[in-house]
């Protein structure tokens, strides 16, 4: 049977004693959904038109408004231009100062490191051929004495010449054998020191390279942030011209967006109520089931039992087992009708979410209409005036392909250059490591290039030109460090 879920009754009971006897008093009042919706459509209609009188108060304030900014524009973009390019100059010159500052302390310590490091294993390697060789000489001299037995084991006649015989030969072996053994003590140590010497200069080069690599990225980072600086400045001008232009559109095209907006949000509103009352109704249906259910089961419980108790031709037990039967089976029979009922609502729910999005896409369909029409009018009177920025970037942007295959090409030149110091040096000073003079500059003098290097950009301010090329000022000698 169906139901009239569109008004409710309210029922209120009072309860009281009168000469000692208890009444109650039941009143109901109906209320109707109508009354209801009625009474929030007028509301919402209130609002929009609230809205609406806002929408015309900002279009005054904007055109007021309008006349002063175009006035003040182009001054404004070409000051705030002016400021963003000399704080950028400025922060890349402190960034440079902090890297080369940073890169001199990393080689100083780097330094510092290797040579304490050189020092402590020669002495090491030294301590253990020390040891190694006194070991030697003891064997040669246990060896001298089993020379000296075996003679001593021969006839008396035959024992002097024997010994001064073998002992001769003896002395003879035992300097080709300590010689050798000097020379493969002294060829361990050259090849160990000089396998650390390279070691250390191939950590000190590769620290150098990160710091040149550190350089150059932030010499492009520098003139890339430029490039983009004058290309939104080129921009902006742009825009400026076209905001003369734009004047009479942008009023049109503000308030047409303004009210596309509130069409959208009106109608999301709509769709909000739609589904909302859905959800309410079908959350009624689902909170009066289990009490239909529940009540309807007790009946069919009672007059099965009922008919069992007419009808019955079995024991007890037997009775008992077919009213356990009946229970699944009503339990079987509620749990497809609540499914039942949960297939219904979400079909309803899919139904209503179909419907708002049809709604949604037809309204947006309309105002892209109307966009496209307003856009289109607009276009037709910018196209020259876009043609003209078209013509001077495409210029700028030719200048700019020849600017940076410049500064790549400085760029690349200087790795050049550092890669040929570093295999000259270490040509150069990869001969007798072992030498005192060797042990105490075997890494040392990495900092006096990077000091030379720092010590050019001193005399005068720093231009990117300068960063670029490496120019230095001074004369003096080239040693482990190149920045």
Request: proline letters at 1%; a positive charge.
């Amino acid at each position: 049977m169906s139901k009239d879920f569109s008004s409710k009754t309210l029922k209120r009971t009072r309860k009281f004693v009168v000469d000692g006897v208890e009444v109650s008093v039941t009143t109901s009042k109906i209320i109707r959904d109508d009354e209801k919706k009625d009474e929030e459509m007028r509301f919402l209609r209130r609002q929009e038109l609230r809205e609406l009188r806002l929408l015309q108060k900002e279009e005054q304030r904007a055109l007021a408004l309008l006349n002063t900014k175009l006035e003040s524009q182009r001054e404004q973009i070409q000051k705030r231009f002016d400021q963003e390019i000399n704080a950028k100059k400025k922060q890349f010159d402190t960034d440079l100062e902090t890297l080369e500052k940073h890169q001199k302390q990393t080689i100083e310590k780097i330094e510092t490191e290797h040579s304490v490091k050189l020092k402590e294993e020669t002495k090491r390697i030294k301590m253990e051929q020390e040891r190694e060789f006194i070991k030697f000489m003891e064997h040669l001299k246990q060896k001298k004495k089993e020379v000296k037995h075996s003679v001593d084991k021969m006839p008396r006649a035959e024992r002097k010449d024997t010994l001064k015989q073998r002992m001769s030969t003896f002395n003879e072996t035992k300097v080709k054998m300590e010689d050798r053994f000097v020379g493969d003590q002294r060829n361990y140590l050259d090849t160990t020191l000089k396998m650390i010497i390279s070691n250390n200069k191939r950590e000190i080069a590769e620290t150098e390279r990160e710091c040149l690599n550190k350089k150059q990225e932030l010499i492009r980072e520098r003139e890339g942030t430029l490039w983009d600086m004058e290309e939104k400045n080129l921009l902006d001008k742009h825009q400026l011209l076209k905001q003369q232009m734009k004047d009479q559109y942008f009023l049109q095209r503000h308030l047409l967006l303004k009210k596309h907006e509130k069409e959208q949000e009106q109608m999301q509103c709509y769709n909000q109520r739609m589904i909302e009352l859905l959800k309410n109704r079908q959350q009624q249906e689902k909170g009066r089931l289990p009490k239909n259910q529940r009540n309807e089961a007790k009946t069919r419980l009672a007059m099965f039992k009922k008919s069992l108790r007419i009808n019955s031709t079995g024991s007890a037990s037997e009775d008992r087992e077919k009213i356990k039967l009946f229970s699944q089976q009503e339990q079987k029979r509620q749990k497809a009708e609540r499914q039942h009922q949960q297939q219904k609502h979400e079909n309803q729910m899919r139904e209503m979410m179909g419907q708002c999005e049809s709604n949604i896409r037809e309204l947006q369909q309309l105002q892209n209409e109307k966009c496209h029409l307003l856009i289109e009018n607009e276009t037709q009177r910018l196209k020259h005036l876009d043609e003209q920025h078209i013509h001077q970037m495409r210029e700028w942007r030719e200048q700019l392909k020849l600017r940076k295959r410049t500064i790549e090409d400085e760029l690349s030149a200087k790795k050049r250059d550092q890669e040929a110091f570093f295999m000259m040096k270490e040509s150069i000073d990869n001969s007798n490591p072992s030498s005192p003079q060797k042990l105490s500059s075997g890494s040392q003098g990495a900092g006096a290039y990077l000091q030379q290097s720092m010590s050019g950009r001193r005399g005068a301010s720093w231009t990117g030109r300068q960063s670029i090329t490496g120019q230095h000022t001074n004369n003096q000698a080239h040693t482990h460090s190149y920045t």
